[in-house]
């Protein structure tokens, strides 16, 4: 998501504190607050496929092959 976009569900915001939102604007804010988690969580899930952790016995187990890129663990939601 780009900072545009960004400053945009700022300013939607901070109108719908001071003077109120029309209906089209209320639809715009919910659009852009659902693009902007929507970025947060493929974000996440990037950062977080590329963590490895090292198992006691001293093998290292990549998260993200065993659970992230697996379409039936639910990571392609």
């Known amino acids: 998501m780009n900072q545009e976009r960004i400053d945009r ?23 852009l607050r659902m693009e902007y988690i929507a970025s947060i969580r ?9 963590i490895s952790i090292q198992e006691a016995d001293g093998t290292i187990t990549n998260l993200g092959e065993k659970y992230g890129k697996n379409e039936k663990n639910g990571a392609s939601e």
């Open 42 to 50: 493929e974000s996440l899930r990037g950062n977080l496929n590329q």
């Open 9 to 31: 569900i700022n300013t939607l915001y901070h109108k719908s504190q001071s003077v109120g939102l029309t209906e089209e604007e209320k639809e715009e804010q919910k659009r």
